[in-house]
């Protein structure tokens, strides 16, 4: 397979709601760039650094890139092991060939939520960050009880994330 | 007085008010005063998952409204210091991301310029250890910790302030400043499970107790934390696991800024240890 060329086909089959995202997925299979994920050469060293991989025999950093590679992106953004990454970044920090794998599993999961089935959780958590803000929201009676302790008052509500995600 | 703005956590408000009081109250011991920025809002971390779009906004809203008072930022949350440094990594690198996100910010008359510096409590307090060793009134004589840095403030190394500190020790010094002994143990690096609790209780305290068991092996009497959702992790879900029976021998854990409060003297109320969930009233012994 020639080099800069293998991921076309896969690419092509996806079509993206959010440009910025299918910039960043771009980058990260990019051929001619050492981090792109067609880099790898199955050495394993992600699924042997990945915490959850010694746990969870579902969950393999390797099976996500390889499913990419392949351009199996039904199963792939369905795929409920997709989750379980913690974002600890101990599979980025170690693979020989820089590959940027868990910036890699955070994208799946945005296209993911767009495109697949995200567990109830995340839709759940979606939901609240869209109405409050923040993840954990608070009310003028937190406030009350902040001030008593001397800490500042914070804001109830985020124009920034109410405005970008509130309106889908 | 020195000034930095303050980026309180999503969770603290919420669950660890004292890991709030008790950083102000350190950083005003040591001269510091953090400074709350009005509109500072969530740093974007848990959008990351649903939008990277709008996360992106959201951190870089928080830089640029504090590069517009001209003061760094610190974080005393893990996941806050990785949000907001790898927004600011993304904007500085590339320039179409940095016009996209700041088309956004101007609808709030604001700019993301990348004039500021990011810094973790932990990377701030070791740049002042000399300070901070004057200030010590008690220390923490024989008391062994092991320390827990949390993945997100080592990395990845492009990103988190990683060559500065290397090989990374900064935490272990700091507990040692308070007389208190750091341990050397294997899962040091190790994923606490904080992140996937919600979705997935089942393998994140898996995680969890394996990092406990080998602290406890490694003979530590103490956790030290710097990181809301690490500590809630090793505090509250532990304490779960302690009250169903799912663990027989608990390891307390503490936030740093509890531990270095102790040995500063500062008032009780303020580093509210009380509030913990696994008692910790025995470490008075120690002082």
Sequence with gaps: MEKGTCNQGTQRKLVLSNERIAGLL??????????????CFMCRTCSSSCPIATLEKGFDPVKLIRMCLYGLWDQLLRDPTLWLCTSCYACQERCPQGIKIADFITVLKNLAVKKGEPPPGIKAQREIITQAGRVYPLDEFDNKKRAKMG?????????????????E | MKRIAIQRCCSTPVLLKQYETSTDSVLRRLGVEPVDIQNFGCCGYPLRTFDLEAYLACSAKNISLAEKEGLQVLTFCNGCYLSLRQAYHYLKNDDNVKAGTNAILAQD?????????????????????????????????GLKVATHYGCQLMR???????????????FDELVEITGAESISWAAKQDCC?????????????????????????????LLCIACPFCQLQFDHVQHRLLA????????????????????LGLDEEALGIQKNKIDLTWIKDFL
């Design chain 2, 193 to 221: 499970g904080a992140p996937i609790y919600g979705l997935n209780p089942d393998i994140s305290t898996r995680l969890l107790v394996k990092k406990i068991l080998n602290a406890k092996e490694a003979g530590a009497s």
């Design chain 1, 26 to 39: 771009k980058e990260l299979l990019d051929c001619s760039e050492a981090q792109g994920i067609s880099a």
């Design chain 2, 156 to 170: 990845p190394r492009e990103v988190v302030d990683f060559t500065q500190h290397k090989p990374p020790l900064f």
């Design chain 1, 151 to 167: 800490l500042p008052e914070l804001p109830t509500t985020c124009t920034v994330v109410g405005r970008l995600i509130g309106a």
């Design chain 2, 244 to 263: 169903e029976g799912r663990l027989d021998q608990g390891l307390p854990c503490i936030l740093y800024t509890q531990l270095l409060g102790l040995a």
């Design chain 2, 109 to 141: 008359g604001l700019v993301f310029r990348g004039t500021t510096e990011i810094v973790h409590l932990l990377h701030f307090l070791i740049s002042i250890k000399e300070k901070i060793h004057d200030s010590i009134t008690s220390h923490l004589k």
